[in-house]
T-cell receptor, first 116, second 115 residues
Framework: AQKVTQAQTEISVVEKEDVTLDCVYE???????LFWYKQPPSGELVFLIR??????QNEISGRYSWNFQKSTSSFNFTITASQVVDSAVYFC?????????????FGGGTRVLVKP | DTGVSQNPRHKITKRGQNVTFRCDPI?????LYWYRQTLGQGPEFLTY????????KSRLLSDRFSAERPKGSFSTLEIQRTEQGDSAMYLC?????????????FGQGTRLTVV
């Protein structure tokens, strides 16, 4: 069965420090998508990135970057030069091609606290 | 379109009462999902609709839970005879169907407290 593990429950940094969030996944499917979502205190999950299982290119979007490594089943997320507004809970999620309706399996989340 | 809308945002109910939540998805999205999130945990899948058809239900969805999506538009999630263990955030999401891997857009959730 599919599983997503985010071993870090909480990370606290001082503004401008870099922070890396770990995500390890398990799946028997060869075709799948990985996602990162941000959940600010308001509660709404905000989509950040999607990566399919056939594309291992790393991606950078502004201060955000993602490192996908199939060999270690990891999809890590780095925030560079963190800001107070980055404080939120971040979730990694998996969607298998064989799963009905593209439903998502989420990890437990990592709470990031950026102090001024 | 302003995104996925959920009502109410908060609901406090006494144990044993019935509650109903509403979700209005993004208008062109034909897939609609319900997830449940307890404190400190990630969201867990409950059920999903393709248009008006409910195509999958999680084992988490006991007989006290029922979801509908009449006419393939808004959806309701009803919990009968609420229990304290039902206290959680109920999240609704929608996405385009037929395109594998498309991202789901989430509403702000309904936080249920059963006292």
């Amino acid at each position: 069965a599919q599983k997503v593990t985010q071993a870090q429950t909480e990370i606290s940094v001082v503004e401008k420090e870099d922070v890396t969030l770990d995500c390890v996944y398990e799946t028997r499917d060869t075709t799948y998508y990985l996602f990162w979502y941000k959940q600010p205190p308001s509660g709404e999950l905000v989509f950040l990135i999607r990566r399919n299982s056939f594309d291992e290119q790393n991606e950078i979007s502004g201060r955000y970057s993602w490192n996908f490594q199939k060999s270690t089943s990891s999809f890590n997320f780095t925030i560079t030069a963190s800001q107070v507004v980055d404080s939120a809970v971040y979730f990694c999620a998996l969607s298998e091609a064989k799963a009905a309706g593209n439903k998502l399996t989420f990890g437990g989340g990592t709470r990031v606290l950026v102090k001024p | 379109d302003t995104g996925v809308s959920q009502n109410p945002r908060h609901k406090i109910t006494k144990r044993g009462q019935n509650v109903t939540f509403r979700c209005d998805p993004i208008s062109e999205h034909n897939r609609l999902y319900w997830y449940r999130q307890t404190l400190g945990q990630g969201p867990e899948f409950l059920t999903y609709f393709q248009n008006e058809a409910q195509l999958e239900k999680s084992r988490l969805l006991s007989d006290r839970f029922s979801a509908e999506r009449p006419k393939g538009s808004f959806s309701t999630l009803e919990i009968q005879r609420t229990e304290q263990g039902d206290s959680a955030m109920y999240l609704c999401a929608s996405s385009l169907g037929g395109v594998y891997g498309t991202e789901a857009f989430f509403g702000q959730g309904t936080r249920l407290t059963v006292v």
